[in-house]
């Protein structure tokens, strides 16, 4: 539902009742708009929020890498 912005300044409490219940709801400034929603569906389009260890416990294993030094000789810069 679209509601002006004074409107839903009047009726916040309905708006927010509809939010939870009937699904969006827009608020419409001149040519702006913002758009009410319940908690549960903004986590459904941002994906949720993972904690910090969360992330590192879900980076990829590292035992097959390579940590090894080259042991290569440098190149010789006494002839430059």
Do not use: C, H
């Amino acid at each position: 539902m679209d509601w002006k912005l004074a409107e839903a300044k009047n009726k916040f409490s309905e708006v927010v009742r509809l939010a939870l219940t009937a699904g969006p709801q827009r608020v419409l400034r001149r040519n702006d708009a913002v758009v009410i929603l319940a908690e549960r569906e903004y986590e459904v389009l941002t994906g949720g929020k993972q904690s910090f260890k969360d992330f590192l416990f879900a980076a990829p294993d590292l035992e097959e890498l390579d940590l090894s030094r080259d042991r290569t000789p440098m190149r010789d810069t006494t002839t430059l």
